[in-house]
């Protein structure tokens, strides 16, 4: 093992959170480095069913510290509700978690614009999780953000937010949206500050003595490669850098610390929210939901569903070095006679092997498919390679060579069990 930065490969949901929790068992640190509470990463230890938002998965691991580092957007109350939530289940906290002090925080304000835009947008939405997560980022951007060590420091905190309210309270009017208490905000988050204090530390320099002490550190991804602000389908994107230099600028780690990335891809596609996804299919977009599969694990909205695109891998392999994959979900196309696969796309009649930039040629592209015969066979209990059919294992290779990136996990089911390697 080594430091890993561990990313997601397509427009997010990806699977990271099984990926990471089993592969936590290897490391001694997980750390999430951007976004935010827009983020649900479903793990299942046993039969029960964990969904962390802010919280690095290695949390369900006792003895792996877990750190929410610099470059995550953090809105305290959620974050308090997540750890009261674990708690319930057991899951021990103290002692093992940590808290960036320059992280920035997701403000009331931001969760009310993000709301009151998407509703001005109208049919030009980008479908968000309406968790504030632009507006913070936003402010983060213009300076005028506030971070975790503002929050700790109650003067200070005081008269930043008092001038933030004022001047959102403004933007919020505007837009028809009811005006902020300052003191109601002020009590809330003075409380959820009081209850994150012992949490919150210099995580650059916990980070770095780790690395020093020869520990392995795990960089736990959100969101997914084509919902990167500077590399996805903009503006259908999140406001972080999803793709594998985020790990870094979000942590303070710098890249020649950095040993592998592994990206994590479905054996399909799939989309939460608007923006182009060429290889959108309805016929396995209802297979799957019929399964009950494909809810968004943080907002419930069913996920638009489509078949492995090889185009847009390659560009991920591209963007972030993955050095290998991770492909989940594979027994969601066991029931599939006939598997698409994506390997270039028709622009205005021309074939394009590459992803074009401008969003709008990227969803009028049509997908030139190769075909392949599914398998028609339950995987779920394959446990090694040589346990897969045939047939899976002829496509497993086939998208794995496409993407340009050698196979390392084969995910079956949702389980820490269900878990092949290569
Ligand atoms: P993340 O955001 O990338 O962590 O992914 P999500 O947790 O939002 O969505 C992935 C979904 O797929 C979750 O419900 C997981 O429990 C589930 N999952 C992950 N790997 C597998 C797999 O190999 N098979 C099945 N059936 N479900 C899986
Ligand atoms: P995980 O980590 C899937 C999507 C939203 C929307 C766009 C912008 O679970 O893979 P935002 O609220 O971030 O401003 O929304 O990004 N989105 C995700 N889609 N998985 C996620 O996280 C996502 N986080 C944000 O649906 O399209
Ligand atoms: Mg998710």
Known sequence: MANIILVGAQWGDEGKGKIIDVLTEQVDVVVRTQGGNNAGHTVFVGSQKYVLHLVPSG??????????????????????????????????????????????????????LDEQREIAKGKHRIGTTKRGIGPAYGDKAARVGIRMLDLLDPERFQAILA???????????ALGAPALSLRKVLDAYRTAGERLRPFVTNTVLLLHQAARQGKNILFEGAQGTFLDLDHGTYPFVTSSNTTAGGACTGSGIPP????????????????????PLPTENTHIADLLHRMGREFGATTGRPRRC?????????????????????????????TV??????????????????????????????????????????????????DLPPKARAYLRAIAKLTGAPLSIVSVGPSRDQTIFL
């Open 256 to 275: 020649n610390r950095i040993d592998r990335v592994v990206g994590v891809v479905k054996a399909y596609t799939t989309r939460v929210g608007e923006g």
């Open 337 to 386: 006679p006939v598997i698409q696969v994506a390997v270039a796309y028709r622009i205005h009649g021309r074939r394009c092997a590459s992803m074009p930039s401008d969003t709008q040629l990227l969803a009028q592209s049509e997908p030139v498919y190769e075909e392949f015969p599914g398998w028609m066979t339950p995987t779920h209990q394959a446990r090694r390679w040589r």
């Open 59 to 112: 949390i369900l691991r006792p003895r792996k510290t877990c750190v929410i580092a610099n470059g995550v957007v953090i809105d305290p109350i959620s974050l308090v509700e997540e750890l009261d939530g674990l708690e319930r289940l057991r899951v021990k906290v103290r002692g093992h978690f940590h808290i960036s002090e320059t992280a920035h925080l997701v403000m009331p304000y931001h969760r009310l």
């Open 163 to 173: 001038r933030r309210i004022k001047e959102n309270n403004g933007f919020l009017r």
């Open 306 to 334: 489509g078949w492995f695109d090889t185009v847009a891998t390659r560009h991920a392999a591209m963007v972030n070095g993955i050095d290998d994959l991770a492909v989940t979900n594979l027994d969601g196309l066991d």
